[in-house]
T-cell receptor, first 114, second 113 residues
Framework: NAGVTQTPKFRVLKTGQSMTLLCAQD?????MYWYRQDPGMGLRLIHY???????AKGEVPDGYNVSRLKKQNFLLGLESAAPSQTSVYFC?????????????FGPGTRLTVT | DQQVKQNSPSLSVQEGRISILNCDYT??????FLWYKKYPAEGPTFLIS?????DKNEDGRFTVFLNKSAKHLSLHIVPSQPGDSAVYFC????????????FGKGMKLTVNP
């Protein structure tokens, strides 16, 4: 069981470039989430998905798009990267209806936009 | 407006002593609260949680207390160990729906040997 994996681990982009971050989970979780963590800001929800083929906006969705074509994968896209998107990105997944509301996190992707 | 607040950015304690991490929330709709622990260069990991129908939940050295009237919760670690040194995040959720979590900014705990 790999849990939640994220690729790539690190990436440097120039302003205006695009990229896709991949999140994969092997726990058969229904719900998946993308967060960003910035110094002094905690974790902020970008987008989330409650099932295959469904996505919804979180707290800070601007500049990002997502897709959930397969239950185990959740992709985060940056169409035109900006320096303000320099951050550490975490993916998480959870199984709804459990008693603990626990989300399982991946190891993160550190993105720098120059 | 921040709905989950961790007002102290850091805490330093001696090994063997108690660590108390505090968290306040403003949204009265929150009914489930969680603590996560994060080491550098790793993702957050779940530590302990509490439902709003309880006022205390204990798991080994970790205890979370909830005071709904004050909209305040705290995490107690007894005894503290150097391996507990990490950033701790408080999070809150409402039951049902997408189970989204709202996180505080985090507090860095340092346990000195």
């Amino acid at each position: 069981n790999a849990g939640v994996t994220q690729t790539p681990k690190f990436r440097v982009l120039k302003t205006g470039q695009s990229m896709t971050l991949l999140c994969a989970q092997d726990m058969n979780h229904e719900y998946m989430y993308w967060y960003r963590q910035d110094p002094g800001m905690g974790l902020r929800l970008i987008h989330y998905s409650v099932g295959e083929g469904t996505t919804a906006k979180g707290e800070v969705p601007d500049g990002y798009n997502v897709s959930r074509l397969k239950k185990q994968n959740f992709l985060l896209g940056l169409e035109s990267a900006a320096p303000s998107q320099t951050s550490v990105y975490f993916c998480a997944s959870s199984y709804p209806g459990t008693s603990r509301y626990e989300q399982y996190f991946g190891p993160g992707t550190r993105l720098t936009v120059t | 407006d921040q709905q989950v607040k961790q007002n102290s950015p850091s805490l330093s304690v001696q090994e063997g002593r108690i660590s108390i991490l505090n968290c306040d929330y403003t949204n009265s709709m929150f009914d489930y609260f969680l603590w996560y622990k994060k080491y550098p260069a790793e993702g957050p990991t779940f530590l302990i949680s509490i439902s709003s129908i309880k006022d205390k939940n204990e798991d080994g050295r970790f205890t979370v207390f909830l005071n709904k009237s004050a909209k305040h919760l705290s995490l107690h670690i007894v005894p503290s160990q150097p391996g507990d040194s990490a950033v701790y995040f408080c999070a809150a959720s409402t039951q049902g729906g997408s189970e989204k979590l709202v996180f505080g900014k985090g507090m860095k705990l340092t346990v000195n040997p």
